[in-house]
């Protein structure tokens, strides 16, 4: 059967789309060809510390990695495609553990652990046997930790808890990969709030000796120490203690996968039960609106906060820019602070890319009613607009006035266009690039295949990152003028907001129907397929 299974997967990557793929393992092979080049220049130009910091970065991803998106299964063969095989549950998944180690992440992970045989090479062959032996036991932990991370996430995101949990460890690691930078950046230029840009030259020293034994008796720098110990002669027992204690610990990880994956395939399938009643609701009254309006404004409010992948990603949009502002408020750039508003809009954005996939085949009420597809785009917008649109640019506003800073007039110039951008432009895009995935009367919770919006969130990203930006480069060129960065803001905002909702509703006229049939057959070339006909 493992046979089998290593087969299947290996066809899957042979058959399967290779863009996302192969650009995961060019990036990864950089990096990893850095920390091996790094191996080789250690104790002549860098200490060799620094190998110990890479190596733990890297298993630190591992572990971390899963949580950064957590509705998307990791699994190339899926647990769902195997529920209700005539096989016993703990034998399956004792079988699929092996296919597990297949993969890209593994492949790059072993080039960069390889660096651990350079560092043993002066201590002979002997040496360099027993790096090779580490690289195969901290690439054993190493993996069984990410694969037993994502399962326990899969698991935990069946209850809200586990949705709260899921959303403040992907607003983390967002927020660490948007502002991580600030603090080296603030100690290489800590007056660049002033108008000085000095540079602070930096030197890449020793590392104290207690950080580096520290990093040693972490899991991931077991292997590390075991690589060093043998080329020291430190004797076999100091050597092999941290081989073994390796593949204890990625054993007992394998089988608590293998048990978390039993328990998933023996589960059978629940259809989604709703938790409150289907009562009808009243329409929330707002000025300068139809009653349709305020009806899809209504359902919109009750679905971001219902919807379990909706859910996630309203919860993680706004703890992003809040943990973004503190990671800044720690260092000495507290003039950027007014521009988490802006942040916040962009990634409410990336957020709201994909709704129309997300609400699944309940599109067919909206295009057999007359009249209600304009309501329905206008009210998505003006939910949008309460839920990240006004916070956002509230939010840069209150830290323009608690900062004084000099980019606030930019900052809060650059929410309202950001803003305005994404609430037109996000319902478009997600009928341009929808996401089909499970559709919404079948997901109980984000860890099903809920659709991968990935590609309209690196679309929608630059689009409204350059509508951010735009106002305060028009006020700059003009010689820093706040009247000419609020009017550009508006001019922009309100230019976006009065074109592209007539284009959004005259999209959902055209290919509204081989939107649903995407729905429906789950598969989102349907959508292609319909607008090329359309289009001929």
């Known amino acids: 059967m493992t046979g089998t299974l290593v087969a299947l997967k290996l066809r899957l990557f042979r058959n399967g789309p290779h863009n996302e793929r192969a650009f995961s393992l060019v990036t990864g092979l950089v990096l990893a060809a850095l920390v091996i080049a790094g191996s080789t220049l250690a104790s002549r130009v860098i200490h060799e510390g620094w190998i110990a910091v890479a190596l733990t970065v890297w298993g630190g991803m591992w572990v971390f990695g899963p949580l950064a998106q957590p509705r998307h299964d990791p699994s190339v063969i899926s647990r769902e495609w195997l529920r209700g095989y005539p096989l016993r549950s ?42 090779v032996g580490a690289v195969v ?15 326990l996430a899969a698991w935990l995101l069946q209850t809200r808890a586990g949705m709260t949990m899921a959303a ?46 520290v990093l040693a008796a972490l899991p991931t720098g077991w292997g590390y120490g075991a690589a060093l110990a043998a080329r020291d002669g430190a004797g076999l027992g100091a050597a092999m203690l941290p081989l073994a204690a390796l593949l204890a610990a990625g054993a007992l990880l394998q089988l608590g996968w293998i048990a978390l994956t039993a328990r998933a395939l023996r589960r059978p399938s629940r259809r989604a039960a709703p938790r409150r009643p289907a009562i009808p609701g009243r329409a929330l009254p ?23 992948a909706r859910g996630v990603e309203l919860r993680s949009a ?37 709704t129309y996939a997300l609400d699944g085949t309940a599109l067919w009420q909206l295009l057999t009613t007359p009249g209600a597809l304009r309501a329905d785009v206008r009210g998505r917008m003006a939910a949008w607009a ?39 432009v996000a319902p478009l895009l997600a009928l341009l690039m929808p996401a089909v995935g499970t559709d919404a009367r079948d997901r109980i919770y984000p860890g099903q295949q809920a659709g991968d919006p990935t ?43 009065y074109a592209t909702p007539v284009l959004t509703v005259r999209r959902l006229h055209q290919h509204g129907a081989g939107l649903l049939d995407a729905m429906a057959s789950r598969d989102a070339a349907v959508v292609r397929s319909s607008a090329h006909k359309a289009e001929r």
Request: charged share 5%.
């Open 386 to 424: 309460l839920l990240f649109g006004v916070p956002s640019i509230v939010l840069a506003a209150a830290l323009w006035a608690a900062t004084g800073s000099p980019l606030g007039a930019a900052a809060v110039g650059g929410a309202i266009a950001a803003a305005a951008t994404a609430c037109a």
């Open 455 to 497: 590609g309209g969130q690196m679309t929608i990203f630059p689009v409204v990152l350059l509508a951010a930006v735009l106002p305060g480069v028009i006020g700059a060129v003009s010689g820093g003028s706040g009247w000419v960065t609020a009017l550009s803001a508006i001019l922009l905002a309100g230019a976006v907001l």
């Open 90 to 131: 703990w034998r399956l998944a004792r079988a699929l553990s092996w296919t597990e180690l297949l993969g890209v992440g593994p492949l790059i992970t072993l080039v960069s652990l390889s660096s651990l045989v350079v560092l043993a090479a002066p201590g002979g062959p002997a040496a360099v046997a027993i790096a």
């Open 318 to 354: 706004w703890l992003t820019p809040l943990l973004m502002a503190l990671i800044i408020a720690l260092t000495g750039w507290s003039w950027a602070l007014p521009l988490a508003g802006p942040a916040a809009a962009v990634f409410g954005a990336m957020v709201a890319i994909n």
């Open 286 to 308: 707002l000025p300068f609106t139809t009653p349709q309006v305020s009806a899809v404004v209504s359902r919109e409010l009750a679905t971001w906060l219902r919807d379990p």
């Open 168 to 213: 403040t460890q992907t607003a983390i690691m967002l927020a660490l990969s948007f502002a991580g930078w600030v603090p080296i950046a603030a100690w290489l230029l800590p007056r660049l709030g002033e108008g000085d840009p000095a540079l602070v030259t930096p030197t890449l020293g020793h590392l104290p000796a207690p950080v580096i034994d």
């Open 137 to 151: 036991a901290q690439l054993y932990l190493l993996i069984w930790a990410g694969k037993t991370v994502a399962a």
